[in-house]
């Protein structure tokens, strides 16, 4: 009895993790559109939950900058206009360089080997058209080249700008089209975080930055 009631705390205490992730991805697959409200009511019915994981589910949404709370109103979808994610990407551009710079030294052959396992996982689920996993795998990817930095709190925060970023990622690939040329330069990053060679760095910028400009861009990637 002592054991079973032990399990059950676990799952209640994962339960609005669980929810995030859930109502995360249905922003991110644009099922919640911007400005969109999500009602505390109807997804505690939908999950056949109570409004109160629901409630720390939003607040952690909020945290990850996806939604935004609002007294007697709820939960509002945040909006992504263009100088939002130009800003986004700035910041990407100024924190993931400069972890990158840090990096670089520390490189070790297993780091390259977990690069190659999720870009591998990565360029499959481009293929699969596995939508869902792109943003997240993109993370882990870039994520694996700036590990070995040892800097977990400049991490967090580019997570966080990562998560925010997710949405225009998506439109970005399946409006641009740009998925070999994402493909391409995420292997001669790798290739270039592997040789711990100093251009790496400036690469890394010039990717993101064309990310940020968009498919209209000459020189758009859609995964930075």
Same mark, same amino acid.
């Given at each position: ?9 676990? &799952?209640? @205490? ?5 929810? !995030? ?9 644009? &099922? ?29 949404? &909020? ?27 700035? /910041?990407? !551009?100024?924190? =993931?360089?400069? +972890? ?14 977990? !690069?190659?396992?999720?870009? !591998?996982? /990565? ?16 993370? @882990? ?22 998560? @925010? ?7 970005? /690939?399946?409006?641009?089209?740009? +998925?070999?040329?994402? =493909?391409?330069?995420?292997? &001669? ?29 000459? @020189? ?5």
């Amino acid at each position: 009895m002592k054991g079973s009631r032990s399990r059950f705390a676990i &799952e209640r @205490q994962s339960l609005p993790r669980v929810l !995030a992730e859930a109502l995360r991805e249905r922003i991110l697959n644009g &099922e919640f559109k911007d400005g969109d409200p999500i009602v505390q009511e109807t997804i505690a019915e939908e999950y056949e939950v109570s409004r109160m994981p629901v409630r720390e589910a939003l607040r952690e949404l &909020e945290g990850q900058g996806l939604v935004v709370l609002k007294t007697h109103k709820g939960a509002i979808v945040t909006s992504m206009p263009r100088e939002k994610v130009i800003e986004l990407y700035d /910041l990407r !551009a100024l924190l =993931e360089c400069n +972890i990158l710079e840090r990096a670089l030294p520390n490189f070790h052959d297993a780091d390259v080997i977990d !690069a190659q396992k999720i870009l !591998a996982e /990565l360029e499959n689920a481009y293929y699969n058209n596995d939508i869902p996993k792109w943003g997240g795998l993109n993370w @882990q990817f870039h994520k694996s080249l700036y590990l070995p930095a040892n800097r977990p709190e400049t991490l967090s925060i580019i997570e966080g700008i990562n998560i @925010q970023t997710d949405r225009f990622i998506r439109v970005q /690939l399946l409006v641009s089209g740009a +998925i070999e040329t994402a =493909e391409r330069e995420h292997r &001669e990053l790798l290739r270039l975080c592997a040789s711990r060679d100093p251009k790496a760095i400036e690469y890394l910028r010039e990717h993101i930055f064309n990310a940020r400009n968009g498919p209209t861009s000459s @020189q758009s990637v859609a995964a930075a």
